[in-house]
Every structure is written in structure tokens, then in C-alpha cells.
């Protein structure tokens, strides 16, 4: 509730022209990370789309393509749901509309292994929105 009370203040930052959406794969319910990062990117002047807990990945696909998103973040907290997160992140990248879209992951598993964002086909990881925007910007 307090997150929100800050909206009307972030939502009123000027523009970069990068869209991003995030989200939690598919079983993974901790979102209060991934919801902060979309939040302090949305002041930075990123147009951020945070889709919540458990989403499905062709529901990500979709909402990407449709607003024609720069990046995609996913976030992982249990590392049971490492699986999940390189097969949907196989599933991304395999639909031709989103070759251009940047998958970024991010959780706990990523500050424990430093090269597993590689292994589970991300672009990169980040472990704050300050490390992100470098990528973001590219």
C-alpha cells in the first residue's frame, strides 16, 4: 500500500522511449522485487508494465509484442522454478515478433551463481534497477 501511495509522483517522470515489462514466471509468487524494480525504472523514465506473480508465458509474449517492448524481466526466487524460467525464456526467444526484446532475469539464485543467466538463455541479469539500465539502454 505504500508502494502505491507513490505513484502519482512516478508516473508523472518524463519518457525515454524504452518500454519494459516484467514479471514473475509461471509458479513464483514473490513479487515484491520484481514490482520494485518496474517502479524505480518507471522513474527513471522507462514506460514499465509490471504483469505480477505467476504469469504464464505466452501471456508475457503477447503483452510484449503488443507494446512493442524493449526488454523483458523475469524474476526468480526459488531456484525449483529455474526450469520454468529457461523454458519460458526458450519460448521468447523462439517468436520471430520479439527477436529485438532483451529477456533480463533477476532473484535470488542470480546473486548465488554469477554466469546462470547464461545457462538458463537470458540476455543478462541484474540484481537492482541501477545495474539494469546499462542494458536497458543499449
Known amino acids: ?47 514499465t508494465h509490471y504483469l505480477g506473480a ?16 524493449s526488454a523483458i524481466l523475469l524474476s526468480v526466487t526459488l531456484t525449483t522454478h529455474l526450469n520454468t524460467l529457461k523454458n519460458m525464456i526458450k519460448e521468447i526467444k523462439k ?17 548465488i551463481d554469477e554466469n546462470l543467466y547464461k545457462i538458463v538463455g537470458a540476455d543478462f541479469y541484474s540484481v537492482d534497477s541501477d545495474d539494469i539500465k546499462p542494458h536497458l539502454m543499449g
Open 1 to 47: 500500500m505504500i508502494m502505491t501511495q507513490l505513484y502519482p509522483y512516478i508516473f508523472n517522470e518524463r519518457k525515454n522511449g524504452r518500454t519494459i515489462v516484467g514479471a514473475c514466471v509461471s509458479g513464483e509468487l514473490h513479487e515484491i522485487g520484481i514490482r520494485m524494480v518496474c517502479d524505480l525504472l518507471e522513474m527513471d523514465g522507462f514506460d
Open 54 to 69: 505467476n504469469m504464464p508465458v505466452y501471456d508475457i509474449i503477447e503483452y510484449a509484442h503488443k507494446k512493442s517492448a
Open 95 to 111: 517468436d520471430e515478433r520479439l527477436k529485438d526484446v532483451k529477456v533480463i532475469v533477476g532473484g535470488r539464485p542470480f546473486l
